[in-house]
């Protein structure tokens, strides 16, 4: 038997899970649905509490890894390590950051910012999926009910895709967890849930966006990465990755990418309201 080369990234290893999923042993599949379901836990876990999770020994993560292509869970852990930062900074230490840099006067400190927000763009327009972009379309488009959940940095880009949305006309509810008051309840099959974190990812999004699926509704996922806990939880995977400066992370892709879809989506609803073919 040919020996299996090593995933060179986190999105190639959760795409070969996928793919071997179906075929493993119970066992391993276990430890498949597990690492799946927490790609954020690797980076911070041993071997032991991964298996422990996964509810087999260690020897069977040990060996799911190898299956996988490592020599064993160290390999992976690197690759999810240097791939993915799951924290950042607080605020006193980036600011410390910023002072070292020597960045300035606020004339310095904008000029720089500007420059994260071009970079961000432009990776946006190079990595940005047509189909998947074509498929949330569709799918917010066609249904009854646009739900959108986005907490702590993701709120602003929450809070302006219901206020457009609503200017276009689109039924649509805010869940932004005010009062600690859970309206996951009012989610029904044929709605749709637009749910938005970045790392290190909010739990009330991602639980907000499996509830909606349990209760037949599509889920679009707008992420910054493929190792992102709604991986796990939809198919339609908006990823979006900000340029930072001083460890300071700008929203302007993510922005851009939200006036794309309620623009896009508000047109096709219109066109389908007024019967145009």
């Known amino acids: ?3 299996v ?3 060179a990234n986190v999105e190639e290893l959760l795409d070969r899970i996928h793919e071997l999923s179906g075929d493993l042993p119970k066992r391993l599949k276990q430890c498949a649905d597990h690492l799946a379901a927490n790609p954020d836990r690797v980076a911070v876990s041993t071997v032991a509490e991964m298996a422990e999770g996964a509810g087999v020994q260690p020897s069977a993560f040990m060996r799911f890894c190898q299956v996988l292509g490592f020599s064993g869970y160290s390999q992976m852990q690197r690759l999810f390590r240097e ?5 950042w900074p607080d605020y006193a230490t980036r600011l410390e950051k910023l002072r070292e840099s020597g960045a300035g006067s606020p ?8 420059e994260a927000g071009r970079l961000s763009l432009e990776n946006l327009a190079k ?7 074509d498929a949330a379309i569709k799918t917010l488009s066609e249904a009854n009910m646009v739900h959108i959940v986005g907490l702590r940095r993701a709120f602003s880009v929450a809070s302006y895709l219901a206020y457009a949305f609503d200017k276009m006309d689109v039924p649509t509810m805010l869940h932004n967890g005010v009062g600690k008051l859970d309206s996951r309840h009012a989610i029904r099959s044929g709605d749709a849930v637009i749910a938005i974190t970045f790392a290190p990812y909010t739990p009330e999004t991602v639980e907000l966006a ?6 037949g509704a599509k889920v679009v996922a707008i992420t910054d990465s493929h190792a992102s806990p709604l991986r796990t939880v939809t198919p339609l995977l908006l990823t979006v990755s900000e340029a930072d400066f001083g460890d300071f992370r700008s929203l302007s892709a993510t922005l851009s990418l939200a006036v794309a879809l309620v623009v896009a989506v ?6 389908k309201r007024n019967g145009i073919s």
């Open 1 to 3: 038997m040919d020996a």
């Open 5 to 7: 080369t090593a995933p």
């Open 83 to 87: 791939s993915y930062a799951q924290n």
């Open 107 to 114: 004339s310095a400190l904008l000029a720089e910012f500007i």
């Open 127 to 133: 990595t940005v999926d047509p189909r998947a972009l």
């Open 210 to 215: 499996e509830a909606g699926r349990r209760a």
């Open 266 to 271: 508000g047109t096709a609803t219109r066109t």
